[in-house]
């Protein structure tokens, strides 16, 4: 998070546009076919009435840690509403 927007994978979005953050989680796709699988997880920014970007986190905890950020640095509400 910085002082003039938000910069998330490939999108810079300003931080006025901005009206949540939250988590989304999946399972790979081996886990409906009985394979190995592993969840998913990804920062989902919603801006515009409605619209979202989302970008891939490696690891939850780090994800998490974002989150923990938004929600101590700025006013953006955190958690889907």
């Given at each position: 998070v910085g002082s003039f927007g938000l910069f998330s994978c490939t999108h810079y979005l300003p931080r006025t546009r901005v009206e949540r953050v939250f988590k989304r989680l999946a399972v790979?796709?081996?886990f409906?076919?009985?394979?190995?699988?592993?969840?998913?997880s990804y920062l989902v920014v919603r801006y515009?009435?409605?619209?979202?970007?989302q970008c891939r986190f490696e690891r939850?905890?780090?994800?998490?840690?974002?989150?923990?950020?938004?929600?101590?640095?700025?006013s953006i509400p955190v958690g889907k509403n």
């Open positions: 790979s796709k081996g409906y076919e009985g394979k190995a699988f592993g969840t998913l515009d009435g409605g619209k979202e970007r939850e905890d780090e994800l998490d840690m974002m989150l923990s950020a938004f929600r101590s640095r700025t």
